[in-house]
Antibody
Framework: QVQLQASGPGLVKPSEPLSLTCTVSGDSIGSYYWSWVRQPAGKGLEWIGRIDTYGNTTYNPSLKSRVHMSVDTSKNQFSLTLTSVTAADTALYSC?????????WGQGPLVTVSS | QSALTQPASVSGSPGQSITISCTGTSSDVGGYNYVSWYQQYPGKAPKVMIYDVSNRPSGISYRFSGSKSGNTASLTISGLQAEDEADYYCSSYTNSGTNVFGTGTKVSVL
């Protein structure tokens, strides 16, 4: 059973970059897509983007100018960077295995954007 | 991209059947059989209940079923149980190669 663990700082200052890493265990990161999803407190899910093991990416158009994803197959990890953050980026960020549906999730962390 | 449209809330009595709709466009729901449904309890990660419109992952109760007609997908929960009380989200692949989620539906068991 594949397991995902998202990690990163819980507090980011406005205008600074938000960087998170998702570590995959129980299976190779190869041959799949991997996505990031976020959820502000009390609100719905928002898909951020996906990456494959070759580093090919697709991003949510509303975030595209601020999002960058990368993959490190040697560490079985993939990462998210969101630049120029504001309070509107405060949310629970999760990573997921992406088969055009999300069958395994790694929840967290809750990232708060505040000075 | 716009979120798919779901009713904010749906309720039913134990044993009844309820249906949650998920309305998109021909660029997402209507154009692909990549519609999925997720159940989410407070503070927990979403759990896939239906994928590819109508397929149930291993371990998901037969009481959950999915369908699609045109630009609208539906999730039906039959034999409603107290444990089904949760938030439900649909998701679809789009013609831009992205995914989009629905607005979410709170299911209440009366």
């Amino acid at each position: 059973q594949v397991q995902l663990q998202a990690s990163g700082p819980g507090l980011v200052k406005p205008s600074e970059p938000l960087s998170l890493t998702c570590t995959v265990s129980g299976d190779s990161i190869g041959s799949y897509y991997w996505s990031w999803v976020r959820q502000p407190a009390g609100k719905g899910l928002e898909w951020i983007g996906r990456i494959d093991t070759y580093g090919n990416t697709t991003y949510n158009p509303s975030l595209k100018s601020r999002v960058h994803m990368s993959v490190d197959t040697s560490k079985n990890q993939f990462s998210l960077t969101l630049t120029s953050v504001t309070a509107a980026d405060t949310a629970l960020y999760s990573c997921a295995r992406d088969l055009y549906y999300f069958d395994n999730w790694g929840q967290g962390p809750l990232v708060t954007v505040s000075s | 991209q716009s979120a798919l449209t779901q009713p904010a809330s749906v309720s039913g009595s134990p044993g009844q059947s309820i249906t949650i709709s998920c309305t998109g466009t021909s660029s997402d729901v209507g154009g692909y059989n990549y519609v999925s449904w997720y159940q989410q309890y407070p503070g927990k990660a979403p759990k896939v209940m239906i994928y590819d419109v109508s397929n149930r992952p291993s371990g998901i109760s037969y009481r959950f079923s999915g369908s699609k007609s045109g630009n609208t997908a539906s999730l039906t929960i039959s034999g409603l149980q107290a444990e089904d009380e949760a938030d439900y989200y649909c998701s679809s692949y789009t013609n831009s190669g992205t995914n989009v989620f629905g607005t979410g539906t709170k299911v209440s068991v009366l």
